[in-house]
């Protein structure tokens, strides 16, 4: 090992070898700019495509957001990004209304739009694939990481172990720091519930992401030019139903197919308390508080039923990343500081600037 790599002053400046576990938007966006920065970087994600809660399900009736639904855009440096997205992205009319549910009585109130809601075209994960294309030699697909080590040959860098395809296993060394863009489970895991680093253990153990059952449900009948209107007027809810708290036309999305579908999200608690539960139970309850909400009592042609472990931020990091420039190792994602596809963009940049 050379004596000039080892030396902090020169180590800091010359370009160096980044791993980073995950490929949704914060990971992406970090990978992205340590590229742009000089950086080598080698992107490891578990699914066999990018995005990872920017998901987006392809049904033989269109498409579903199967995760997040929209985004909103508060922040320069995100709006400027955007920018370089070679405009996949476009407003949705989502029409947006409040259902409320005291007492099993449904009433709508109609929600102010106060900024603008985003989606990427054909679906949401588009925005993070279009990112992630430039890079595709730095990306390993359908790798998860299983552990994190110190490196065999250079005690100073790291080594990853995954697993791929077919369980076939790998390790991957010389890397001079690993910045964890997965969310805090997967990081707890990671780190060894601190056996890698207390320091950055510690930090996360107090952050908590609640769970989120998903129902996509497709009318594709209603598309006939006899029955061309099935349910309510608005296109995306939220509600206070003891079971579902988002509902979203997916077809009203701009370049969507156009038959009738809808993306429903159960809240958080109901997720937690059926998070056991087998999908075609979970289906059968949200199909039943969707009727309740919307009138719509007509028998899906189509329905998948999907569980997210780890949804929605409920306490944050209060950070907007982790670096333990000692150790070499960081984490980024929404969790950070909220539960926002922009949280995450936010999160991802801000540690690749702290590192590069
Ligand atoms: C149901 C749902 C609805 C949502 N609705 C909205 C919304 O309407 N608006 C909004 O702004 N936000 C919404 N969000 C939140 C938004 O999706 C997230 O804030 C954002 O996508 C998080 O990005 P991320 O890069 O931090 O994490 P992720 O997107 O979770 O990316 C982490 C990646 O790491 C990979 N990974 C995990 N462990 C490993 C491992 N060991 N090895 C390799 N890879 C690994 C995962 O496969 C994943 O691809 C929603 C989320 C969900 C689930």
Same mark, same amino acid.
């Given at each position: ?28 966006? %970090?990978?992205?700019?340590? /590229? ?15 995005g ?33 997205? @070679? ?9 947006l209304?409040?259902?409320l ?25 588009? =925005? ?12 390993? /697909?359908?790798t ?8 065999? /040959? ?5 080594? /990853?172990?995954?697993?791929?395809? @077919? ?6 060394? @010389? ?5 964890l ?9 990671? =780190?060894?519930?601190?056996?890698? +680093?207390? #320091?950055l #253990? ?8 609640a769970? %989120?059952?998903? =129902? ?9 030019p ?14 206070t ?6 509902? #979203?036309?997916e077809?009203?999305?701009?370049g ?10 159960? +809240? ?5 308390e ?11 309850? =949200? ?18 039923a999907? %569980? ?20 070499g ?28």
């Amino acid at each position: 090992m050379s004596q000039r790599r080892n030396d902090p002053r020169t180590r800091n400046r010359s370009p160096r070898h980044f791993a980073i576990v995950g490929a949704g938007i914060a990971g992406v966006a %970090c990978a992205r700019t340590l /590229l742009q920065a000089g950086h080598r970087v080698t992107v490891f994600e578990r699914a066999k495509t990018v995005g990872g809660r920017m998901a987006s399900e392809a049904t033989p009736f269109g498409r579903f957001d199967s995760g997040a639904q929209y985004f909103t855009v508060r922040d320069e440096r995100f709006a400027k990004a955007l920018e370089t997205a @070679g405009g996949i992205c476009k407003r949705w009319s989502a029409n947006l209304v409040r259902v409320l549910d005291p007492h099993g009585r449904v009433a709508e109130a109609a929600l102010p739009s106060l900024e603008a809601h985003w989606v990427a075209q054909p679906g949401m994960d588009a =925005l993070v694939t279009v990112w992630a294309a430039p890079m595709a030699e730095h990306l390993v /697909l359908d790798t998860q990481v299983r552990r994190i080590e110190r490196d065999a /040959l250079d005690a100073s860098r790291w080594q /990853l172990r995954t697993e791929g395809e @077919g369980d076939s296993s790998h390790v991957y060394s @010389g890397f001079d720091a690993v910045l964890l863009a997965v969310p805090p489970s997967a990081a707890r895991l990671l =780190l060894g519930e601190g056996s890698v +680093s207390t #320091a950055l #253990a510690e930090r996360i153990e107090p952050v908590r992401v609640a769970p %989120c059952w998903t =129902l996509m449900i497709a009318f594709p009948q209603a598309s006939q030019p006899t029955l061309s209107y099935l349910g309510p007027q608005w296109n995306a809810a939220r509600s206070t139903h003891h079971r579902i708290a988002w509902m #979203a036309r997916e077809s009203s999305k701009p370049g969507r197919d156009r038959i009738e579908r809808w993306t429903l999200q159960a +809240s958080a608690e109901w997720s937690a308390e059926h998070l056991r539960d087998d999908p075609q139970r979970v289906e059968a309850k =949200l199909l039943r508080a969707f009727s309740e909400i919307t009138g719509i009592r007509a028998t899906p042609s189509f329905a998948l039923a999907r %569980c997210w472990g780890e949804a929605k931020t409920q306490v944050p990091l209060g950070a907007p990343f982790l670096w333990d420039a000692k150790t070499g190792l960081g984490a980024a994602g929404d969790w950070c500081t909220g539960h926002r596809v922009e949280d995450a963009f936010l999160s991802g940049l801000q540690l690749a600037l702290k590192v590069a």
